[in-house]
Nanobody, 122 residues
Framework: EAQLVESGGGSVQAGGSLRLSCTAS????????MGWYRQAPGKECEQVST???????TYSDSVKGRFTISRDKGKNTVALQMDSLKPEDTAVYYC????????????????WGQGTLVTVSS
């Protein structure tokens, strides 16, 4: 059974940094595209970033240049380094594998009990 355990959320002032981490188990991590989603109150689920097994990355326009995704195949972890945080980055962040990708990713992952809250104050 696939498991994703997130850590690293918290509160920070605008301009600050946070690093989210996700430890994966129960599936073939090195073959999976991994990603981070987020959902702010009253807003739609947003795919923030993805990373393939060979390290190719994507970023949403809203975080490009500020966030960096990485993965460690030896440790089965994926991280999201978030710099220059803005109040609009406030959201629940979800770690996902490619089986979760899609418009309902946040609902699925929330039902799993996933998610870590990031709060950015101005």
């Amino acid at each position: 059974e696939a498991q994703l355990v997130e850590s690293g959320g918290g509160s920070v002032q605008a301009g600050g940094s946070l690093r989210l981490s996700c430890t994966a188990s129960g599936f073939t991590f090195h073959e999976s595209v991994m990603g981070w989603y987020r959902q702010a109150p009253g807003k739609e689920c947003e795919q923030v970033s993805t990373i393939t097994g060979d390290g190719s990355t994507t970023y949403s326009d809203s975080v490009k240049g500020r966030f960096t995704i990485s993965r460690d195949k030896g440790k089965n972890t994926v991280a999201l380094q978030m710099d220059s945080l803005k109040p609009e980055d406030t959201a629940v962040y979800y770690c996902a594998h490619d089986g979760h990708f899609g418009e309902e990713a946040c609902d699925v992952l929330k039902a799993w009990g996933q998610g870590t809250l990031v709060t950015v104050s101005s």
